[in-house]
């Protein structure tokens, strides 16, 4: 691994064999199987350092064990960098953005200081997702923050977000972090879920009962009060039809609503590649169409994880490592035993995805998936 | 507020440095977030939307939702979320859309 070298030319048009946008755990996977099969590889994140998500997950992890579960989030990434490294055919750029792809195939990156070009003569999107917003009265005001923001500002920073916080929604992102704000010393109000039961495993909503946290299934937020910040909030009871039912308004006292109401897979570069794009619910969003090598209807573009499709790290690691190696194999390199590797991960894959928690995630990913599984 | 005890994650000492917002002067942690700083000294409000004029915070803490714009050392539309903090840094609430500072 060589630290990128940095130069002031505006102009630099450098050609890569894989350009791999986002070290988060599905482009660490993806660039190690590139590196491994021997493509000269360019792996680019917006921040300082790899992880994406993991980096603020500090609960060991569920999933299957070849995905390193029962490992704690925030370890996984240097698994990866401390192999990656061994690897001269590797190049990462820190602190750069991927900001535009364009017809001419050229991919423009930006730091702080310069735009750059580059050629990649394929290209892995591994972008991860974004926070999901909510619409109820005065949702603007500081204090309403993403589930995500919070876990950064406390597990990266050590800053706690307020005194007391309000939670919205039970899948397992809100019930984490319900959990790792106790841990912080920060008073959980209650956790709020429009369905009628959580979302999230059981072990986590467990974990919270026994702190004593109410989770208010049928329940939503009507309003956040407050001047120029979160003084408390009112929530209400929800019908079938996930209306607020009159009369069953209560007031909450809080000063942070934290919002984990899903993820939006990040596909921006996706759609300026022209690949084809498909709107589905079950994956949070607008996602790529894909054949199960993870190739786009573009076919010198992939896409992985979340960008793929919101699901989770062990996973984004599978379809990380499943994109690398066919992009690699589409130029004529693989490693020994690529093929039967491929085979053993979408296996894993489909292994993670069963059950009755992966059966919304396979019915997305039957819908995002090419008529017949492979493009013509 | 500043986490002092945790217990799974050991924050390591860093460098303190001063700032100002608002020409007030604060203390922070170098190379943390600008908003985290913030946050800690109990600041907020980091803007107020040019349109509705309402006060805004941060939100996604990932560089993307343009929430926290604020100006800093003079250049305006800073995401403050992700910037790193630095000894001496001058950082305003921005009036308006900003200006880009001509040199
Ligand atoms: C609270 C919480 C708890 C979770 N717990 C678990 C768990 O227990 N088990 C589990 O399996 N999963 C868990 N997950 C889910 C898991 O973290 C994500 O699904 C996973 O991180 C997705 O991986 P990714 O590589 O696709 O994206 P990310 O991890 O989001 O990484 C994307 C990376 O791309 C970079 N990037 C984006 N756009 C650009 C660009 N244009 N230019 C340059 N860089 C860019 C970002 O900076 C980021 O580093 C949890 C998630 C959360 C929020």
Known sequence: MRQAETTRTVNLLKEVDVAVI???????????????????????????????????????????????????????????????????NVEIMWNTNASGFYDSGELVLEDEKRFMKILPKRMIVAAGASERFLIFRNNDLPGVYGAGAVQTLMNVYGVVPGDRVMMIGSGNIG???????????????????????????????????????????????????????????????????????????????????????????????????????????????????????????????????????VEEASSAMVTGEIAGISAAKSLGHQAPGADARLAQLKADLAAIRSGPTGEKISAGVRCATVCGGVWE | MRLKEHPILDFPAGREVVFTFDGKELRGIEGEPIAAALHASGVRVLRHSPVSGRARGFFCAIGNCSSCLMTVDGMPNVRVCTEPLKEGMVVETQKGHGHLPID
């Open chain 1, 22 to 88: 986002g070290a988060g755990p599905a482009g660490l996977a993806a660039a190690l199987a590139c590196a491994e099969a021997g493509v000269s590889t360019l792996l680019i994140d917006a921040n300082d350092a790899p992880g994406g998500q993991l980096v603020k997950q500090t609960h060991k992890f569920f999933g299957s064990e070849r995905q390193h579960a029962g490992t704690r989030g925030i370890q996984i990434p240097s698994l990866f960098t401390e192999k990656l490294a061994n690897y001269p």
């Open chain 1, 175 to 309: 019930l984490i972090v319900s959990y790792q704000l106790i841990q912080a010393g920060v008073d959980v109000a209650a956790v709020v879920e429009a369905a009628p039961c959580i979302g999230g495993y059981l072990v986590h909503a467990a974990k919270l009962r026994r702190a004593g946290v109410p989770i208010l299934t049928s329940h939503t937020v009507l309003a956040a009060h407050g001047q120029e910040s979160v003084t408390g909030a009112t929530i209400a009871e929800v019908d079938k039809e996930w209306q607020p039912m009159p009369g069953t308004e209560r007031e909450v006292e809080c000063d942070v609503i934290c919002l984990a109401v899903g993820l939006m897979p990040l596909v921006d570069v996706l759609w300026h590649a022209g690949c084809e794009m498909k709107y589905v619910p079950e994956l949070g969003g607008h996602v790529p169409v894909r054949d199960e090598n993870m190739r786009t209807s573009n076919p010198k573009v992939y896409a992985a994880g979340d960008s793929g499709g």
